[in-house]
Every structure is written in structure tokens, then in C-alpha cells.
């Protein structure tokens, strides 16, 4: 099974609305990632967890907020959002972290189907 | 530091036609290479992967490519495609020093019938 599920499909929210996407996944990955994917460009990478940490974050705006509860859920919170954040998120994970010198590079990341958000 | 160059953003194509999308990818260390699939309104699907051996790889539903050193690129190749093809398909490397993905700009295909 190579399943990452992402709910909601789609969100519709204000700028003053605070909401929650949700990833899980149950292949005993212990890499997890968040992308941003604006339309007709490669998906863009936000943060990385590993071992249930955050180990990178690629300078996003602190109106987005990651959460990592267990090893299987990860979490990403929304406030105060601008109509320019609109995009479809997407969450992937991975058997090995990055950065994990000399292996790691033959795991393959695999990709929800993401959260189709707009920000009104 | 590495880079993947996607040459096309389209590439039309009549259905049962034979389609190339070209990668070219630039890095200092060994990479491995991989072709994702995007279909209108969803995420990305693994299409194939090349880690090592072989330089042809080949996916379940038709696709190939192949690995070539010298020339830097992993184009993407199916001999007849079909009007489910159409989709975006990104082509992305990752080096043994970490997991993480650097994309091309895409490819958009556009099968006709």
C-alpha cells in the first residue's frame, strides 16, 4: 500500500478563518513533507518532518503553521491566510529523512492528492 | 546543487502518436531520476524511476525512459499514446546526499483525438 490521504478535497476559506488540513499516511514512513503547487508550476516545498520533527522549513510565512502528532498524521494550520496563498497542497512522505548521508536518495516520495485550497 | 530542465511546457499530440518529453538534469554528485504524473485536478503519481542498473525503465501502462550519462537527460517516451495521457508530467532528481526532490517546470501534454 502506498496510499498518503489528504482531506478536505477542497477548502474554502476567508482571510480571517483559522482551518486545518490533514495527511496520514501508514506505510511507516518517518518523512513527511508539505508542497505548494500554484497552477501550471512544479509543486513548491514548504516544510519537512523527520522522526515526527520539523527539520526544515523553507521560509514560509508564519500564518502556516505544521503540526506532526504521531508518526502516521501530519498537520498543517491556516490563519489569517491572504488570496494569494490559493493553491493545491500537497503532502507526501518517505521511507528514509532527508539528509541522511549516504542512503536516502533511493526512497521515493509519495504524494496525497492533495487539498485543493482558496482564500476569498 | 542540482537543477532538472524540462525543454517543452506543451507538447500537442494527435492520439496513437509517438511522444518524447525531454529532461535534462545538471548536478556535481550520482543522482537518481524520476518522472512523476499529474492528471487534471489531483496529485502526483510515481510514473517510473531510475536508481540504478538497467538505464531503461520502464512504467506499468507504456511509458519508458532512459538514463543517459553523458548526455545528462532522462527523456520520457511512449510509442502510442492515448487521450487518457493527457495530463502534466514533471520530471525530478535527487542526489545521495539527502532526500530531496528538485522538479522541472513540467510538461503539459496534450493528446487530440
Known amino acids: 500500500d502506498t496510499e498518503v490521504t489528504q482531506t478536505p478535497k477542497h477548502l474554502v476559506m476567508g482571510m480571517t478563518n483559522k482551518k486545518s488540513l490533514k495527511c496520514e499516511q501508514h506505510?511507516?514512513?518517518?518523512?513527511m513533507y508539505w508542497y505548494k503547487q500554484k497552477a501550471k508550476k512544479p509543486p513548491e516545498l514548504m516544510f519537512v518532518?523527520?522522526?515526527?520533527?520539523?527539520?526544515i522549513n523553507e521560509s514560509v510565512p508564519s500564518r502556516f503553521s505544521p503540526e506532526c502528532p504521531n508518526s502516521s498524521l501530519l498537520n498543517l494550520h491556516l490563519h489569517a491566510l491572504q488570496p494569494e496563498d490559493s493553491a493545491l497542497y500537497l503532502c507526501?512522505?518517505?521511507?528514509?529523512?532527508?539528509?541522511?548521508?549516504?542512503?536516502?536518495?533511493?526512497?521515493?516520495?509519495?504524494f496525497g492528492p492533495g487539498t485543493r485550497l482558496t482564500v476569498l | 546543487a542540482q537543477s532538472v530542465t524540462q525543454l517543452d511546457s506543451q507538447v500537442p499530440v494527435f492520439e496513437e502518436a509517438p511522444v518524447e518529453l525531454r529532461c535534462n538534469y545538471s548536478?556535481?554528485?550520482?543522482?537518481?531520476l524520476f518522472w512523476y504524473v499529474q492528471y487534471p485536478n489531483q496529485g502526483l503519481q510515481l510514473l517510473l524511476k531510475y536508481l540504478s542498473g538497467s538505464t531503461l525503465v520502464e512504467s506499468i501502462n507504456g511509458f519508458e525512459a532512459e538514463f543517459n550519462k553523458s548526455q545528462t537527460s532522462f527523456h520520457l517516451r511512449k510509442p502510442s499514446v492515448h487521450i487518457s495521457d493527457t495530463a502534466e508530467y514533471f520530471c525530478a532528481v535527487k542526489n545521495n546526499a539527502g532526500n530531496m526532490l528538485t522538479f522541472g517546470g513540467g510538461t503539459r501534454l496534450m493528446v487530440k483525438p
Open positions: 507526501a512522505s518517505s521511507q528514509s529523512p532527508p539528509g541522511l548521508a549516504g542512503g536516502g536518495g533511493t526512497d521515493t516520495q509519495y
Open positions: 506505510m511507516g514512513h518517518r518523512a
Open positions: 518532518y523527520s522522526y515526527e520533527k520539523l527539520s
Open positions: 548536478s556535481s554528485v550520482s543522482v537518481y
